[in-house]
């Protein structure tokens, strides 16, 4: 039997997502609700998360509104972020009393679920010790990972750059990261992608790694 369920919640504003996540929680927590991996994309917005410093933004908070971004500060591990459409953000909202009791594996886990995705598309990845996420030649960013867990049950997730404009992440230091760059799936193949393909390959990445 398989331990989690997928769900796709397609465009959402941020906030909404978040209040979604909570109760998703709440639930499995209850044992109301089975560990679930939730699909969606965001409008652009920069997310702030309990490591992260103010000095990380490249604008002012004023400049951002202007260009109808917001700044939401959040409970996940990390530093500063960017979501926008046609990235793919993954919230494995799980129970790891149902997997294991350990949020490195855990971790490590969804690292090696996005770097089989990419090898999908012949795009040699990796991690970067001491740096949490996946990395190209260990100088590009192609997905960004910070997690929340409260009594053993999971939120928040990973943003895997697919076909979105990674030009917004000059407004931000990401992850807080000087002295390295973001990229993204089209990027690196000089073409789109197909984003509901993408999508399957990442559940089956899962399915294999988590089952």
């Known amino acids: 039997m398989e331990k989690f369920r997928i769900v796709d ?3 959402i504003d941020y906030k ?6 909570k109760e998703l929680v709440k639930k499995i927590q209850n044992g109301e609700e089975k560990s679930t991996l939730v699909f ?5 917005v920069i997310t702030m998360g309990k490591n992260g410093t103010y000095d990380n933004l490249k604008l002012s908070r004023e400049d951002l509104n202007k260009k109808n971004i917001e700044v939401v500060d959040i409970n996940r ?11 793919l953000v993954g919230y494995p909202i799980f129970d790891l ?28 990845s990796s991690r970067v010790d001491g740096l949490t996420g ?3 030649d260990n100088m590009r960013k192609a997905c960004a990972i910070g997690m929340h867990c409260s009594r053993w ?5 990973f943003a895997l750059n697919v076909n979105n404009d990674i030009s917004e992440f000059n407004y931000i230091v990401p992850c807080g990261i000087e002295d390295k760059e973001v990229t993204s799936i089209s990027k690196e193949l000089g073409t789109e992608v197909d984003f509901d393909k993408l999508k399957d390959i990442v559940l089956r990445k899962f399915e294999n790694n988590f089952n």
């Not at 909404?16 to 996540?21: E, H, R, V």
């Not at 969606?40 to 652009?44: A, G, I, L, R, V």
């Not at 591990?77 to 990235?87: A, E, F, I, S, Y």
Request: glycine fraction near 8%.
């Open 9 to 11: 919640w397609g465009l």
């Open 16 to 21: 909404t997502g978040w209040d979604k996540q």
């Open 40 to 44: 969606c994309e965001h409008p652009s």
């Open 77 to 87: 591990g990390g530093d500063v972020t960017l979501h926008n459409p046609k990235q």
């Open 97 to 124: 009393k149902e997997f294991k009791q350990d949020l490195h594996w855990f971790l490590r886990e969804i690292e090696q679920s996005i770097i089989d995705t990419l090898e999908e598309y012949d795009i040699e």
């Open 134 to 136: 996946v990395w190209i």
């Open 153 to 157: 049950v999971t939120s928040h997730g």
